[in-house]
């Protein structure tokens, strides 16, 4: 599908502030992906239908998720979450998506996962680190991503989970494995 086509689905699909937010998604993509030597070409069509199902009906969406077995404890936890893994399906129903590397990216950006590809990591970063942002530190994930993508995940995932502890929402258990693979590495060096 060419760009301008998904890019006409992708608009319909949600409010023009979060498609938005999915124009710096690819954008932040690009260029971690150019900055990295990765194929831009996937990343620019991961970072565009990463949201897809973002407002995809609630029924529906628990619907594709029992449908298609994927982790139950999903449905215990904020709907925000859900829209990763059902994205990730309707890339390939919709879409036509099948390579499994853009599927993957697509379906722990929120989440994360301890066993993140660099590709995965290069998505969920971008997601984060998106032009629009604006929230405290920011920019430091912007300079962390560039610096290395393991420095970046532990920053992100350590800032998301204190977000959260703050407002006292429960972290989805692959978020708090993620974490743990990332102190697990000892990046007290990059990490800064």
Do not use: C
């Amino acid at each position: 599908m060419e760009r301008n086509e998904m890019l006409k689905k992708v608009e319909v699909a949600m409010p023009s502030e979060r498609f938005k937010h999915t124009l710096g998604v690819e954008k932040a993509a690009v260029e971690l992906a150019e900055h990295y030597h990765m194929d831009v070409e996937k990343a620019r069509i991961t970072a565009l239908l990463h949201d897809y199902a973002k407002y995809y009906p609630d029924e529906e969406a628990k619907k594709i998720i029992e449908n298609e077995h994927y982790d139950p404890r999903l449905l215990a936890f904020h709907r925000s979450l859900w829209h990763a893994p059902v994205g990730a399906y309707l890339a390939e129903t919709e879409f036509g998506i099948s390579d499994n590397e853009i599927l993957e990216a697509i379906r722990v950006h929120t989440t994360g996962s301890a066993s993140m590809s660099d590709f995965d990591k290069l998505i969920y970063l971008a997601d984060y680190i998106e032009p629009g942002r604006t929230f405290p530190g920011v920019y430091k994930a912007r300079r962390l991503a560039v610096k290395s993508l393991d420095a970046a995940m532990l920053f992100a995932l350590s800032s998301t989970i204190t977000h959260l502890i703050k407002k006292q929402q429960s972290v989805f258990p692959d978020t708090l494995d993620a974490y743990n693979y990332f102190v697990n590495l000892n990046l007290e060096g990059d990490y800064q």
